[in-house]
């Protein structure tokens, strides 16, 4: 999970662990690439609106490596632009859930992507 608000990564981290998820965060792009070089992530929860990389190149990248090139990513942001989302979507993500949410879909969308998880 990366998104640069602290908060709402410490509520995610105690969700998503309730739920049997193990979680690992990083709050800017760059940590979450190196995150993800570093451990095998079955999933990628990625905000756009971050310092050092954006989500959307994040989002690029993930899908430029071989290790990473067919983990689901999630977009959760607060962008809810037509053109935001759609270029979500041709970069590769597999889902978009504009904030505010609900914190119960998104877990039902990680499940949805992860069956083998719930």
Do not use: H, N, W
């Not at 756009?48 to 990473?68: F, K, S």
């Amino acid at each position: 999970m990366c998104d640069d608000d602290e908060l709402l990564l410490e509520l995610l981290q105690f969700r998503l662990s309730a739920k049997g998820f193990e979680v690992l965060t990083a709050s800017d792009g760059q940590a979450a690439m190196e995150l993800a070089g570093r451990e095998q992530v079955d999933a990628v929860v990625l905000d756009a609106m971050m310092p050092r990389l954006d989500g959307y190149e994040v989002l690029r990248r993930l899908r430029e490596t071989p290790a990473t090139r067919d983990v689901p990513v999630i977009m959760l942001t607060a962008r809810k632009g037509e053109r935001d989302i759609v270029e979500a979507l041709r970069l590769g993500a597999s889902d978009y859930l504009a904030k505010p949410f609900i914190p119960e879909e998104l877990t039902a969308r990680l499940m949805r992507l992860l069956p083998k998880v719930a």
